[in-house]
């Protein structure tokens, strides 16, 4: 005869006291036990509720029949966590203390170690950040950083530089007084006077009081005729702009441009004209043109008065052929009785050469051409007057 044994849980309010037997219509004798616990326990070579395992327990589950649970109880931050091991799925516990390292979370972190604990990639990947799906900024694996690239399709994502951003950068400060927003470049280098450091340039703007500058280096004296609408390069060295060493607010203004009245400055803030070069060393020009064109008939000279400022002045020229006599008469209404009058004479074909001498001149008229000897009347007189 079969011996069967049944755990069973009773949900009525009356429970047995002790283990019956029942005897079922095919002579089986079936053993009830009503103090089973709901554990998991093996009995006689079985499973059932109640007591430890002595061997593993498989549960398999489909799509259609799985795991459920209702009831539970709202856990705690400190409590362990139910993971199931990769490879055979047997479940584990692990505590929830020993996931901190490998998150960060919305509300912030606490006990970080910067030297372990980080955002990022340990291979050679891109690190990239999203907001509505769409790419805002990339961390590429070399280290460089682009910002809005995704926004300029033929650009491309991948930055090219340290800092690589598409579109427009805004830098606002909230400093008082001096207000303005910065970008400080600098190389470490030893300059020439031996000092670690002096490398470094800033490109700052302020408002003064009385005028706006953008400018390399610190120009606190009130100088030039630009009010607020001036842009000024400003230098602490000879050979470099340099913004260390700009803080006693002694240096050498290099380019100046007046935005109120229409000035650019070189070597000088106070420009009094459209342009206006200067130079402190006497032993440079000032203004010096590479590559220019030649000049037709047709083209005006230039001339500089005796401040320096430079101004136009037509070419008046002209061929008159001589007059066999030692002086001849030159009619053109451009002579003044200050201009200057250059002769050139056209060699005869008999090969002899003769000097020509300016002699009188009569302004608004004309002016007399003296020669040494009189000249065939084969040859010519060329003449500019310069007003």
Known sequence: MKKIIIALLLSSGFMMAQTKSVVTKFGEIVNIHPFVNNGLTATNGYIQLGGALTKPSVLTTTSSFTLAFSGLQTGLGTDNVLVTDASSGVLKMISASAFTPYYWGVKGNSGTDPDNNFIGTTDSRDLIFKTSGAERLRLAANGFLGVGLSQVTAYGTTPKYALDVANDIHIYSNRVNYTSGRLIFE????????????????????????????????????????????????????????????????????????????????????????????????????????????????????????????????????????????SQVINDANVTSTATISLTYETPSNGSVISVALGTRTAGSSFTVLYSTAPPTNSYVNYTILP
């Open 187 to 326: 190389n470490q280098q030893i300059d020439w006077g031996g000092a670690q450091g002096s490398g470094t340039y800033l490109l700052d703007g302020q408002d003064n009081g009385s005028r706006r500058e953008w400018f390399f280096g610190k120009p606190y004296d009130n100088v030039g005729t630009g009010a607020k609408s001036s842009f000024v390069l400003k230098s602490m060295q000879t050979d470099a702009l340099n913004y260390s060493l700009a803080q006693n607010g002694v240096g050498a203004y290099h380019l100046y441009v007046d935005g109120i009245n229409n000035r650019i400055g070189i070597g000088t803030v106070n420009p009094s004209t459209s342009l206006e070069v200067s130079s402190t060393t006497t032993s440079l020009n000032p203004l010096k043109l590479n590559g220019l064109q030649t000049g037709a008939s047709t083209d005006q000279m230039l001339t500089v008065d005796n401040n320096g400022v430079v101004r136009k002045m037509p070419i008046i020229k002209g061929r008159v052929s001589c007059a066999n006599a030692v």
